[in-house]
């Protein structure tokens, strides 16, 4: 089994819709989000009745991480992780001149550069030496676009907010997938490309360019590094620990879900919900089923497996939900 990890760039920005909104998005794409999207533009070029992908996810030989930023410099490319969900720490001042820590600005920070992660864990325990993180990927833009009617009637103007990256930033992601299947992957995402990522992809958001050869992981030492964020994912992501940080949406197994335990009970849930739009699931617009998952960022005593779910509910064919994760194992605790 192998992790290649691919860098995206979106020359007309992105729309991740918030709780169903065109007027706000998110800045990165949720691991089930683009499973989803990717398994839809698979079973466009293969056909329905190929199926590969399932079996290969079902035997947990496919599993993809969150779409997360990177930034370029002119020397190399840093990673960003999601930044583990931890409870808020006392921050101590004694008379040394300790190091004065916005509280504020720490909750802003989504992401934190792979290589930073240890000091930050650092920083949890003592409260000082907060690591300096540049989290500027782009900004988001309040776009107005019109909307056609069908019967004849006077247009309508709506908003809907897209995030434009910076020239050097984008989202790159993880897959692990058998190395017999990387070219197959890669035409799909390839076809993904010119069909887009998200909402409005009509309007050219969501499309994306590959950049460069896909980034090979095997937990060997690199013959070129990039930079130190290659390196403490490519090691951390073959790590046996007793701390791993989740890199994609999950969605627990059974008897996890009984053993669940989130060091410092640091997690978000997110709800999946919302119709499915699809002549060959129904002629007319259907309710899928709902589910809640654990977003990338949480923090477990044990390395989660998850599931693949399907959310059908009356329609003509299987909506699968990815939950099954991409963890690195991580150092945090008493002895970190």
Same mark, same amino acid.
């Given at each position: 089994?192998?992790?290649?990890?691919?860098?995206?760039?979106?020359?007309?920005?992105?729309?991740?819709?918030?709780?169903?909104?065109?007027?706000?998005?998110?800045?990165?794409?949720?691991?089930?989000?683009?499973?989803?999207?990717?398994?839809?533009?698979?079973?466009?070029?293969?056909?329905?009745?190929?199926?590969?992908?399932?079996?290969?996810?079902?035997?947990?030989?496919?599993?993809?991480?969150?779409?997360?930023?990177?930034?370029?410099?002119?020397?190399?490319?840093?990673?960003?992780?999601?930044?583990?969900?931890?409870?808020?720490?006392?921050?101590?001042?004694?008379?040394?001149?300790?190091?004065?820590?916005?509280?504020?600005?720490?909750?802003?920070?989504?992401?934190?550069?792979?290589?930073?992660?240890?000091?930050?864990?650092?920083?949890?325990?003592?409260?000082?030496?907060?690591?300096?993180?540049?989290?500027?990927?782009? $900004? @988001?833009? &309040?776009?107005?676009?019109?909307?056609?009617?069908?019967?004849? !009637?006077?247009?309508?103007?709506?908003? %809907? =907010?897209?995030?434009?990256?910076?020239?050097?930033?984008?989202?790159?992601?993880?897959?692990?997938?058998?190395?017999?299947?990387?070219?197959?992957?890669?035409?799909?995402?390839?076809?993904?490309?010119?069909?887009?990522?998200?909402?409005?992809?009509?309007?050219?958001?969501?499309?994306?360019?590959?950049?460069?050869?896909?980034?090979?992981?095997?937990?060997?030492?690199?013959?070129?590094?990039?930079?130190?964020?290659?390196?403490?994912?490519?090691?951390?992501?073959?790590?046996?620990? $007793? @701390?791993? &940080?989740?890199?994609?949406?999950?969605?627990?197994?059974?008897? !996890?879900?009984?053993?669940?335990?989130? %060091? =410092?009970?640091?997690?978000?849930?997110?709800?999946?919900?919302?119709?499915?739009?699809?002549?060959?699931?129904?002629?007319?617009?259907?309710?899928?089923?709902?589910?809640?998952?654990?977003?990338?960022?949480?923090?477990?005593?044990?390395?989660?497996?998850?599931?693949?779910?399907?959310?059908?509910?009356?329609?003509?064919?299987?909506?699968?939900?990815?939950?099954?994760?991409?963890?690195?194992?991580?150092?945090?605790?008493?002895?970190?």
């Amino acid at each position: 089994m192998t992790y290649l990890l691919y860098k995206l760039k979106f020359p007309n920005g992105i729309h991740i819709g918030v709780n169903s909104s065109l007027e706000s998005t998110n800045t990165t794409v949720s691991s089930d989000i683009f499973y989803s999207a990717f398994y839809a533009e698979y079973i466009r070029i293969f056909g329905e009745n190929d199926r590969e992908l399932f079996q290969l996810t079902e035997n947990d030989e496919f599993k993809v991480s969150d779409l997360l930023p990177f930034k370029e410099t002119e020397t190399e490319t840093a990673f960003y992780l999601p930044k583990p969900f931890v409870n808020d720490i006392e921050i101590k001042q004694n008379n040394d001149e300790e190091q004065v820590i916005d509280r504020k600005k720490i909750k802003k920070i989504n992401y934190i550069r792979a290589s930073r992660l240890k000091e930050y864990f650092k920083f949890l325990k003592t409260g000082k030496k907060f690591p300096e993180i540049d989290d500027n990927f782009g $900004e @988001k833009e &309040l776009h107005i676009k019109n909307k056609v009617s069908r019967i004849g !009637e006077d247009t309508e103007l709506y908003n %809907i =907010e897209v995030f434009k990256f910076n020239k050097d930033s984008g989202l790159y992601f993880i897959v692990q997938l058998p190395k017999r299947w990387q070219e197959k992957f890669e035409n799909v995402l390839e076809s993904l490309s010119l069909t887009g990522i998200g909402g409005k992809r009509s309007a050219g958001y969501g499309q994306f360019s590959i950049t460069d050869d896909a980034m090979i992981f095997d937990g060997k030492d690199f013959d070129i590094i990039e930079s130190e964020d290659d390196k403490f994912i490519n090691e951390s992501l073959y790590k046996e620990s $007793e @701390k791993y &940080l989740l890199l994609s949406s999950y969605l627990p197994q059974k008897d !996890e879900i009984e053993n669940i335990k989130i %060091i =410092e009970n640091g997690y978000q849930l997110i709800k999946r919900s919302g119709f499915v739009n699809s002549p060959k699931y129904s002629e007319n617009p259907q309710k899928r089923k709902q589910v809640y998952m654990i977003s990338s960022g949480a923090i477990f005593n044990f390395k989660p497996a998850g599931r693949l779910v399907d959310l059908k509910l009356h329609g003509n064919h299987s909506i699968y939900r990815m939950g099954k994760p991409i963890v690195i194992g991580v150092t945090y605790g008493k002895d970190s």
